[in-house]
C-alpha cells in the first residue's frame, strides 16, 4: 500500500472511531465545520497564528451553550518542505462565561529565566504545584487570578498537562500539536466539561458580586 493510501486510511479509521463516540457522549457528528467554528476563533492563538482546517467535529446545543469537540490541522511551510500538525480541541460557546482573556500552557525550561527577565507569568502562592506545572498569562491579572480559584487549581494541578484559552464567553482546551486517541476522547471532553462548569460558576458568582458592590 502507498504512503498516501496508508494515510488516508488512517483518517477514515479515526473517523469511523469519533462517529462511535457521538452517541456515547450524547454529541452530534459532522465531517466539516458547518458551524463556522473556525471563524469564532479567529482571535485565539492557536488559530490566529497558523488559519488551518476544522474536520471531524462532535457538536452539543442548548439554549444558551454549544459544546464543540474537534480536530484541526494547520500546515507549516519551511523552505521547500512543509509539515502539517494535528490537535484535538474541545471548544465551549456559553452566554453565561465572563471570563477575561487569559492563555494557559505547560510551562518550559526557560519561561523562569524570562520571569526573572520580566515577562509576565501570573502565580498562585497557595497553588505552587500549579505554578510550576503551568505558565498563565493574560492582561487583567486580578481579574484572572479571581477566576481560577481554588476548585480550577486543584483540578488543574491533578491532571496531565494542556493548553486553555479563554475570552468572553467563549473557552477552548486542547494538548497542543497532539491528535488524541479516541479512547481517550471521552475522558478529555469530561474533564473539560468538569473546568467549564467551574467557568462558568465563577462567572455567576462574579456577577452577583459585582451587583453587591453597585
Given amino acids: 500500500m502507498s504512503s498516501w493510501k496508508k494515510i488516508f486510511a488512517l483518517d477514515d479509521h479515526r473517523t469511523d472511531e469519533i462517529k462511535s463516540k457521538a ?40 439554549p444558551i451553550s454549544k459544546h464543540y469537540f474537534f480536530d484541526y490541522k494547520y500546515t507549516v511551510s519551511t523552505g521547500k518542505s512543509s509539515i502539517t500538525f494535528k490537535q484535538s480541541v474541545n471548544f465551549f460557546n456559553c452566554k453565561a462565561l465572563s471570563i477575561p482573556e487569559f492563555h494557559l500552557r505547560p510551562e518550559e525550561f526557560y519561561d523562569k529565566f524570562l520571569t526573572w527577565l520580566g515577562f509576565p507569568d501570573i502565580n498562585f502562592e497557595s497553588h505552587t504545584e500549579f505554578s510550576h506545572k503551568y505558565k498563565l498569562t493574560g492582561e487583567y491579572k486580578d481579574v484572572i487570578k479571581y477566576y481560577f480559584h481554588k476548585d480550577i487549581l486543584d483540578l488543574l494541578s491533578s491532571h496531565a498537562l494542556f493548553h486553555m484559552e479563554g475570552m468572553n464567553y467563549y473557552l477552548i482546551l486542547y494538548h497542543h500539536n497532539y491528535l488524541l486517541p479516541s479512547k481517550m476522547i471521552p475522558s478529555f471532553v469530561h474533564l473539560s466539561t468538569l473546568i467549564y462548569e467551574l467557568f462558568k460558576l465563577r462567572s455567576k458568582s462574579s456577577q452577583e458580586e459585582f451587583k453587591l458592590n453597585l
Wanted: net charge negative; no cysteine.
Fill in 23 to 62: 452517541a456515547l457522549l450524547n454529541m452530534n457528528y459532522s465531517e466539516k465545520d458547518e458551524y463556522g467554528i473556525l471563524n469564532q476563533l479567529k482571535e485565539f492563538k492557536l488559530i490566529k497564528d497558523h488559519g488551518g482546517e476544522i474536520y471531524n467535529v462532535l457538536s452539543n446545543h442548548d
